[in-house]
């Protein structure tokens, strides 16, 4: 039976579970659509059924999406998904890949509203839409963690009730981390402050805000495995470069008596600014980040200053330190072969490392010393010592760093045929 008999057998199979709202197992798959287990399996854990399949529980599943779509379209999704992720491949849950979707949509909003030009006052509903999108992000991971059952609470009237976001905060991020201190402070100015939220506490509010973006840019790819917006192409919110608050009297003619709890506030939020000193709490308003690069004199300082916008902060945020070699390259060649093949045979199956890696070893598809040779060689590493490897004369022996694991693995599942293209390299200059 061709592949796309055996798809469109599947997809029927989707939309009537969906249509009847019916879990369905495995082995109701396997006998409609005439796959082999592994089959299934493949595509299920490389992502691949995200957007139509989700697990009700342990050993059964639901269907959704499939309603509203022709095949084609369904093919197409099928196809285009083997190299890109979906959003929410990596949850089970129906209920926390909403809550992903919703998320996203929320904090998109929040920025454009934000960099919207027309809109004077923006602060208040920027606010709100990015509380709403970091509850929405917390609960999808305290989901996947615990169920969907751990993000209601018990309450008198017996009706489900969600936590509130300060809740999900303590249950996904320690007491005094950076990214818990800053959603904090923006939750209070949305429950305590909005009154007040007024165009002239931007200039110091905005270094808060930007900080929120850059830990949920950070904290939505970390758990979901794909990238919020391109960065490179989407100038986020605009830092604001004047930080003075107009005079009381000028602040007086404009809101009456609530002009000192105006200025009141913007000292507050420039006092927590100060005292935080920590780029997760908020950008610095003395922001000025260095990097160290050897020169003939020992070292050359660049200097990257807020003002430089979004490109030049988050060129800072990189920020690399000078430290012992043997700690940057800390993987010899065994190490390193070790550490790739635990983390390939983390998160890959059988059947696809068996398309990549065709060196089997103690019945595992694996990356032996030739194959690492091979790679080396090919990229060319060995030629001088880089971020990726460096050669300690002394003992005589090669490092290699965490830059170096994360390449390969890329390069490795990337692409089917680049293992055996750098083997047939490296076997022909060893010939020559």
Not at 25 to 50: A, R
Not at 285 to 308: C, M, N, P, Y
Request: aromatic fraction near 10%; charge should be positive.
């Amino acid at each position: 039976m061709a592949s796309n008999e055996k798809q469109l057998k599947f997809f029927n199979f989707l939309q009537i579970n969906e249509n009847k709202n019916k879990a369905f197992s495995l082995k109701q798959v396997i006998s409609s659509t005439g796959w082999k287990e592994s089959t299934f399996k493949s595509y299920l854990s490389k992502g691949q059924l995200s957007e139509f399949i989700s697990e009700a529980k342990e050993g059964s599943f639901q269907a959704s999406n499939t309603l509203n779509i022709t095949f084609k379209e369904f093919e197409k999704k099928l196809s285009q998904s083997k190299h890109v992720q979906a959003l929410g491949h990596n949850f089970k849950s129906k209920l926390a890949k909403a809550l992903l979707r919703k998320s996203k949509d929320n904090m998109l909003l929040a920025i454009e509203l934000y960099n919207r030009p027309s809109l004077e006052n923006k602060i208040d509903g920027f606010v709100m839409l990015f509380c709403t999108s970091w509850e929405q992000l917390l609960k999808a991971i305290i989901i996947k963690k615990d169920g969907e059952k751990a993000i209601y609470k018990k309450v008198n009237s017996g009706k489900k009730e969600s936590i509130p976001l300060r809740a999900c905060l303590d249950q996904v991020f320690d007491k005094d981390d950076g990214i818990k201190r800053n959603v904090l402070k923006i939750a209070e100015l949305r429950d305590q402050a909005v009154h007040l939220l007024m165009p002239e506490i931007q200039g110091i509010a905005s270094r808060i805000f930007q900080s929120g973006i850059f830990n949920y840019s950070s904290k939505f790819e970390d758990v979901c495995e794909v990238p919020f917006i391109n960065t490179d192409n989407t100038g986020m919110i605009s830092l604001v470069g004047d930080f003075k608050t107009p005079p009381l009297s000028m602040m007086n003619n404009i809101y009456g008596k609530a002009a000192e709890d105006i200025i009141s506030l913007a000292g507050d939020l420039t006092s927590s600014v100060e005292n935080a000193d920590d780029l997760t709490f908020a950008i610095p308003l003395d922001v000025t980040l260095q990097f160290a690069k050897k020169d003939s004199h020992g070292t050359q300082i660049i200097l990257t200053k807020a003002e430089r916008g979004m490109s030049g902060l988050k060129e800072a945020l990189v920020i690399e330190k000078s430290v012992d070699a043997e700690k940057t390259y800390k993987y010899k060649q065994g190490q390193a072969i070790k550490e790739i093949n635990r983390r390939l045979s983390d998160k890959y199956d059988i059947n696809f490392l068996q398309d990549r890696l065709n060196e089997q070893i103690n019945g595992r598809f694996e990356l032996n010393n030739n194959c690492f040779q091979s790679l080396v060689h090919k990229l060319k590493w060995k030629q001088s010592n880089n971020k990726h490897h460096h050669h300690f004369e002394n003992a005589d022996y090669h490092g290699y760093s965490e830059i170096a694991v994360d390449t390969i693995i890329d390069k490795l599942i990337s692409s089917k045929t680049y293992l055996r293209e750098a083997k047939q390299s490296y076997s022909k200059r060893n010939i020559k």
